[in-house]
């Protein structure tokens, strides 16, 4: 493999990062305080509301049926609006944090939901408001399984910034695309993958690391 493809490669692996790293943040962003409202708003919860959370719920849930290929032709116009551009990897973002918003919100919901009864009504005894209940008792005591929940987003944009390599928003899936698909050669292909699958094995690694680490059951 010639040096000027092993340049392109890495500049490619940090655009796949850059892409990963960025949506995640900004779709935890998002998707975190939706996560809170969707799980505070059910019926057995601290602040019933069903009318907002089945709304909430319904574009949540429309959100993250329609498949992302779709959803990033469908933003084009939004995304030219935001970045300037519809190419290239800051453009990716856009789409990327919009498809990972709901299931943020989705995995927020469900690690806060799991929590017992018992947690909340210990609050309230203490005196606790529904609004310190939320951040100051839900979240802290979810933190474990946010984490967990966090590293299966974040696994589930690199597909998604692989896809986004058909539309020019560069990475190692444009790279696999150009190269290894339209040029017929294997080699970069295969680079390629093993470097997708060596960012996901770290990034597992990692909030796997963080998560035991925090939980207070592995003490």
């Not at 009318?51 to 498949?67: C, E, K, M, Q, Y």
């Not at 979240?139 to 692989?162: C, H, M, N, Q």
Request: charged residues 10%.
């Amino acid at each position: 493999m010639s040096p000027e493809m092993l340049n392109l490669l890495m500049k490619s692996f940090w655009e796949t990062c850059y892409m990963v790293f960025s949506s995640t943040a900004l779709s935890t962003l998002i998707g975190l305080p939706l996560g809170i409202i969707l799980c505070v708003t059910r019926k057995d919860h601290i602040l019933p509301n069903p009318t907002l959370n089945a709304v909430l719920g319904a574009i949540v849930n429309a959100t993250r049926s329609t498949p992302f290929i779709i959803l990033m032709v469908a933003l084009i116009p939004f995304t030219r609006a935001v970045v300037g551009t519809a190419i290239g990897s800051t453009a990716a973002i856009v789409p990327l944090t919009i498809a990972a918003a709901p299931f943020v919100a989705r995995m927020v919901e469900s690690s806060l939901t799991e929590l017992g009864p018992g947690v909340i009504e210990a609050a309230k005894t203490m005196g606790a408001t529904n609004t310190q209940i939320a951040w100051k008792v839900l979240l802290p005591e979810s933190v474990p399984s946010l984490i967990r929940g966090f590293s299966i987003t974040t696994i589930t944009l690199i597909g998604y910034s692989a896809m986004a390599g058909a539309f020019g928003s560069g990475g190692l899936g444009d790279i696999a695309i150009r190269y290894g698909f339209h040029r017929f050669e294997p080699k970069v292909m295969l680079v390629t993958v093993i470097l997708i699958i060596v960012i996901v094995q770290l990034i597992q690694m990692g909030f796997n690391f963080a998560a035991n680490k925090i939980d207070k059951r592995n003490r």
